[in-house]
């Protein structure tokens, strides 16, 4: 049977895509890494590639930190596919990603709120992937978090997962897991900006007492927006579906290492992505002292000075975010500061 020329167009943009995904893979660049691990960001409707990137430092710890350095628990190394969200300058809602390597479950929770719909990952990855065929520090097989974790948030969320694979790209297969149909939905508040707006949006969630993040971006047609999170599950998930998972990683010494609800802060990111907005300042506000990983993603994403609440480490992970601050405040590169109005300090 003949194709239709639909589907013929569509494998051949597919093609050039998963072309360019080994291409920007295999790049020179500065930092010579064990292992690459790239994606390209692309929406099939249209035919466009969105963006692409390679897993890297940000730009500010060139040249000050080694590859190496701990930034309070969390590597200094941005995932491909959250600088693929932070290059993204169209919306990113109903969009498809292509990485070389099973994704991790903290960039499965962004590129799910980011509203990335259908996910395909090269046939390598699971062979011979660096990642997906080795084991944490705590000697869990990673296999695992993509199988157990992973895979679950994206079937949940009504994401589909595919593998690619032959000489360019030809081999597509879509039945990794049967995913729920659902819209996909930003669960971050997004309201035009205005300076009562915003005042009304703070005094709101200071009200309600949940940790959240705030952030002033811009979007299309020069027009600025109010964009706020709370700490929340990628669309599909709750707390029992939550439970099931975890129950997985029962033999695991402390459980589950990763967190499954998104912080407040990565979700402020994915909803920049999702609607196509790029943070207009180079600062946010979280209630709430973020993990090590979240401070050195929204570095990434170009935040210089973050707004808190307080300076007191109330748990382990606040602890390293608390020396992770401290560490990048001596290196002049980002400020933590104790804010009291948020909205003069989001405005400035
Ligand atoms: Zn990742």
Same mark, same amino acid.
């Given at each position: 049977?003949?194709?239709?020329?639909?589907?013929?167009?569509?494998?051949?943009?597919?093609?050039?895509?998963?072309?360019?995904?080994?291409?920007?893979?295999?790049?020179?660049?500065?930092?010579?890494?064990?292992?690459?691990?790239?994606?390209?960001?692309?929406?099939?409707?249209?035919?466009?590639?969105?963006?692409?990137?390679?897993?890297?430092?940000?730009?500010?710890?060139?040249?000050?930190?080694?590859?190496?350095?701990?930034?309070?628990?969390?590597?200094?190394?941005?995932?491909?596919?959250?600088?693929?969200?932070?290059?993204?300058?169209?919306?990113?809602?109903?969009?498809?990603?292509?990485?070389?390597?099973?994704?991790?479950?903290?960039?499965?929770?962004?590129?799910?709120?980011?509203?990335?719909?259908?996910?395909?990952?090269?046939?390598?990855?699971?062979?011979?992937?660096?990642?997906?065929?080795?084991? =944490? %520090?705590?000697?869990?097989?990673?296999?695992?978090? *993509?199988? !157990? #974790?992973?895979?679950? $948030?994206?079937?949940?969320?009504? @994401?589909?997962?595919?593998?690619?694979?032959?000489?360019?790209?030809?081999?597509?297969?879509?039945?990794?897991?049967?995913?729920?149909?659902?819209?996909?939905?930003?669960?971050?508040?997004?309201?035009?900006?205005?300076?009562?707006?915003?005042?009304?949006?703070?005094?709101?969630?200071?009200?309600?007492?949940?940790?959240?993040?705030?952030?002033?971006?811009?979007?299309?047609?020069?027009?600025?927006?109010?964009?706020?999170?709370?700490?929340?599950?990628?669309?599909?998930?709750? =707390? %029992?579906?939550?439970?099931?998972?975890?129950?997985? *990683?029962? !033999? #695991?010494?402390?459980? $589950?290492?990763?967190?499954?609800? @998104?912080?407040?802060?990565?979700?402020?990111?994915?909803?920049?992505?999702?609607?196509?907005?790029?943070?207009?300042?180079?600062?946010?506000?979280?209630?709430?002292?973020?993990?090590?990983?979240?401070?050195?993603?929204?570095?990434?994403?170009?935040?210089?000075?973050?707004?808190?609440?307080?300076?007191?480490?109330?748990?382990?992970?606040?602890?390293?975010?608390?020396?992770?601050?401290?560490?990048?405040?001596?290196?002049?590169?980002?400020?933590?500061?104790?804010?009291?109005?948020?909205?003069?300090?989001?405005?400035?």
């Amino acid at each position: 049977m003949a194709l239709s020329e639909d589907i013929k167009k569509k494998l051949q943009f597919l093609s050039t895509v998963y072309q360019q995904l080994q291409d920007v893979k295999n790049a020179p660049t500065l930092l010579d890494y064990k292992y690459n691990i790239a994606a390209v960001l692309f929406n099939e409707g249209t035919q466009v590639v969105i963006s692409a990137a390679r897993n890297d430092l940000p730009e500010s710890f060139n040249g000050v930190f080694p590859p190496t350095e701990e930034i309070g628990d969390s590597g200094t190394t941005i995932h491909a596919e959250i600088l693929c969200l932070d290059g993204a300058k169209a919306l990113v809602e109903g969009a498809s990603i292509m990485v070389t390597d099973p994704l991790c479950p903290n960039c499965m929770k962004s590129v799910i709120a980011a509203g990335v719909k259908k996910i395909y990952i090269t046939e390598d990855g699971f062979t011979q992937g660096n990642w997906y065929n080795s084991a =944490d %520090e705590n000697g869990v097989e990673r296999q695992r978090y *993509f199988d !157990d #974790v992973s895979l679950k $948030l994206a079937a949940y969320a009504g @994401v589909q997962v595919c593998k690619i694979g032959g000489k360019g790209g030809e081999d597509v297969s879509c039945d990794i897991i049967q995913p729920q149909e659902k819209p996909p939905m930003s669960k971050a508040r997004v309201e035009e900006y205005d300076a009562g707006t915003l005042s009304a949006m703070v005094c709101n969630a200071q009200d309600r007492g949940r940790p959240y993040a705030v952030a002033i971006a811009n979007g299309p047609k020069q027009r600025r927006y109010i964009v706020m999170a709370s700490e929340s599950y990628v669309p599909g998930m709750s =707390d %029992e579906k939550a439970q099931n998972i975890r129950e997985h *990683f029962k !033999d #695991v010494p402390g459980g $589950l290492r990763y967190r499954l609800k @998104v912080d407040a802060l990565s979700s402020i990111l994915s909803a920049c992505a999702y609607f196509g907005f790029s943070l207009s300042g180079e600062q946010v506000y979280i209630s709430e002292i973020p993990t090590s990983r979240c401070i050195v993603n929204a570095i990434g994403a170009g935040v210089k000075h973050f707004g808190l609440a307080h300076k007191e480490a109330l748990s382990q992970k606040s602890k390293y975010a608390l020396d992770a601050f401290y560490k990048l405040e001596t290196h002049g590169i980002v400020k933590a500061s104790v804010i009291n109005d948020i909205p003069a300090f989001l405005e400035n």
